[in-house]
């Protein structure tokens, strides 16, 4: 079983994090905003909670969150260099971060998707929910925890 964890970014894996974040978006960020524009991407790094991710120790992406008010862990950046797409990482990564989110103390993930983005697909089947638009990404959330009293009540 490979095993993927999360470290922290610094300041010299700015480089990485931009260039596979503009390898995967450059095209949709294009599309929805007019062009992609490096600086923006470099001037954000270091607001959010930043990490790089590993499978058996090889950098394979980068991810970005912040913790919300009301309990919410947004999700804001999730990208895995080309060659390891569509071999299940994604998944795992996944299943890890809602791992950090219940143990951070948020009761939600949420995260932003472009329709068109085949990760919208993704998400969908992870079993985020859409929940609004904002211009043109779609708003998804899953719930972690279940609603207090929607549990089975028989005895
Ligand atoms: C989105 C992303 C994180 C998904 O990770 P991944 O490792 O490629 O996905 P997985 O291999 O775990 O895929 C799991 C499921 O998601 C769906 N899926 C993944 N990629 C898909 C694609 N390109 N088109 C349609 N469905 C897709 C499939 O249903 C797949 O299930 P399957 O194994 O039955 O085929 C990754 O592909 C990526 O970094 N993409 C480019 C960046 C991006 O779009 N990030 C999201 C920004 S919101």
């Keep these: 079983m490979i095993e993927v964890t999360f470290q922290p ?4 894996d700015l480089d990485f994090a931009h260039d596979v974040t503009k390898a995967n978006m450059e095209s949709l960020v294009d599309k929805h ?26 950098k394979i992406g980068f991810m970005s969150y912040s913790i919300e008010e009301d309990r919410k862990l947004f999700l804001r950046n ?6 390891k797409q569509g071999q299940g990482f994604g998944t795992i990564v ?10 951070s103390g948020c009761e939600s ?12 697909r ?9 929940t609004e638009s904002r ?4 708003m998804m959330k899953k719930n972690l925890i279940e ?7 028989s005895p």
Excluded at 147 to 153: E, I, L, N, T
């Design 147 to 153: 609603p207090r009293g929607s549990g089975d009540q």
């Design 122 to 130: 993704f998400y969908k089947g992870l079993k985020y929910l859409d």
């Design 33 to 58: 905003y007019g062009g992609w524009d490096s600086e923006i991407f470099k001037s954000g790094f270091g607001s959010n909670l930043e990490y790089i991710i590993f499978a058996d120790g090889e």
């Design 135 to 138: 211009g043109t990404l779609i």
């Design 78 to 83: 999730l990208q895995l260099v080309k060659e």
């Design 109 to 120: 993930l949420i995260l932003a998707a472009f329709p068109d983005n085949p990760a919208y």
């Design 9 to 12: 970014a610094t300041i010299g």
């Design 94 to 103: 996944m299943k890890k971060l809602e791992n950090v989110a219940l143990k």
